[in-house]
């Protein structure tokens, strides 16, 4: 169908301008190419849209139906569409499917639209997307917490060294290792459930920032979305992007922990720690060395929370000056988000693959965990059984450290006579108490790094993600 006189192509504002828009207004202008992203979510509001105006009498059931089958064919035509179909002219998104609509139904597509403006739409768009990919998200952590569990299983009882400030502090197990992993993930879960929350709330309905002017029933319109309420303010709900902050956050505390535990990979494939072998398939060599084998798997996931936190930034500044209530400037609020979740998506799945395909070097990690005097805490602690105040206790162990240093050896390896030169009441039973699973059994508290507590809470997470 031919454009009115003066209409902009492509445009759904023509009436009020005459002649071309300027080619770079459109290049800036123009977000096709951007919120392609939502055009299965924006015929999901419109079929829902059509049932409502049409409960309010603007069509009738038979144009209902229509319309309904005819998006419903569109949507598997979108479906099938690699790149944004730049070429049809259309501005945005919401442009095009209306522009389709009225190509395959004449006048009748163009009833469509009667109550609703984009500003209601993008935003209705935007919340299904972010509940979506939350979901999305949250299985995609689900899976690595699966392959962190499924790695801590096996080594349950393996020491490994537990550091603060990145110097050796008192062995833990290789299990309570990936379960600390495991447990920073299931709050990232929280924030994604939080955030998927917050966006399950329906803008639709509130047309430009007034409300529609038809009698719309809004609560059977945002159910039959699948969101949990409508929103309660029309001027608030064409303007509020808060749940895509709240989408932009939980990736970025996740890109954090996934860079935390990057790290630690990195440092423990290093050959002065020994740690971990990381598989050939998820690492690089070097164009010059031979011998190179670089963690660059690792690497791309640390790196990872720069982008999540720029792109939160982004849309915190873009948001903080903005009147109420629809601005341009939020056209700019997708870019940072959809970078975000589909950054995130990846780096969830590589760093499953890479958990999946790490080995430990048990022999390595134990020697580690036994050396750095790594157990003074329980000859400390020792002594404040004998009855010594742990100050006291504390300042018996750190000498006896010193007297080790200068031998060169371990504390277990100190002679009685020396331990009982810094106190008469340590015995010969010192020396069971200093080995490496005595130090590592003795954690059996609620959290702590026993192996016995260890393989409790494995169990528990493996209920819980469903039989790891």
Not at 38 to 56: E, N, T
Not at 444 to 455: C, E, I, M
Request: include cysteine; charged fraction near 25%; glycine fraction near 8%.
């Amino acid at each position: 169908m031919s454009e009115p006189a003066g209409a902009q192509p492509g445009a759904m504002w023509g009436g009020r301008f005459e002649g071309k828009a300027d080619e770079l207004f459109r290049a800036v202008n123009d977000s096709l190419g951007v919120d392609w992203e939502l055009v299965q979510q924006d015929i999901r509001g419109s079929i829902a849209w059509a049932h409502a105006i049409g409960r309010a009498g603007v069509l009738n059931p038979d144009e209902v139906s229509k319309i309904e089958s005819a998006l419903r064919e569109l949507a598997a035509e979108a479906a099938s569409i690699a790149e944004p179909p730049l070429s049809s002219g259309a501005e945005d998104v919401h442009s095009w499917v209306e522009q389709e609509l009225t190509r395959r139904l004449g006048p009748l597509g163009k009833k469509l639209h009667t109550g609703r403006s984009r500003n209601d739409q993008v935003a209705t768009d935007l919340r299904l997307w972010a509940v979506e990919q939350c979901a999305a998200r949250i299985v995609e952590v689900r899976a690595l917490q699966r392959s962190l569990v499924t790695l801590g299983a096996k080594h349950a009882a393996d020491p490994i060294p537990g550091y603060t400030h990145l110097q050796r502090a008192q062995p833990v197990t290789i299990g309570h290792w990936t379960l600390a992993y495991v447990e920073m993930l299931a709050r990232d879960i929280e924030r994604m459930e939080a955030a998927r929350s917050m966006a399950a709330r329906s803008p639709l309905g509130s047309a430009a920032l007034a409300g529609t002017t038809f009698p719309v029933d809004r609560v059977a319109l945002a159910s039959g979305l699948g969101f949990a309420e409508p929103t309660r303010n029309s001027l608030d709900a064409v303007s509020d992007r808060d749940f895509a902050l709240d989408l932009l956050h939980a990736s970025s505390v996740c890109c954090m922990h996934l860079s935390r535990m990057a790290e630690e990979m990195i440092i423990f494939a290093t050959g002065e720690f020994a740690f971990i072998t990381l598989d050939d398939s998820v690492t690089s060599g070097s164009s010059l060395m031979p011998q190179k084998k670089n963690p660059d798997a690792l690497e791309l996931i640390r790196a990872g929370v720069g982008r999540a936190l720029g792109g939160y930034t982004n849309l915190l500044t873009l948001l903080k000056g903005l009147t109420l209530a629809y601005n341009k400037d939020m056209q700019e609020d997708k870019p940072p988000v959809f970078d975000s979740m589909r950054r995130l998506s990846l780096l969830l799945r590589i760093a499953a693959r890479v958990i999946d395909r790490t080995t430990f070097n048990v022999a390595a990690c134990a020697r580690a965990a036994r050396g750095g005097h790594a157990n003074s805490t329980e000859l400390a602690d020792y002594l404040v059984e004998k009855g010594i105040p742990f100050r006291d206790a504390h300042e018996v162990a750190g000498k006896l450290v010193r007297e080790a240093i200068a031998r060169d050896c371990s504390l277990e390896d100190l002679p009685l006579e020396v331990f009982r030169k810094h106190h008469a009441q340590i015995e010969k039973d010192v020396y069971a108490r200093l080995t490496l699973d005595a130090v590592l059994a003795r954690r059996d508290v609620l959290g702590g790094t026993a192996p016995a507590r260890v393989k409790d809470a494995i169990a528990v997470w493996q209920r819980s993600l469903g039989g790891v």
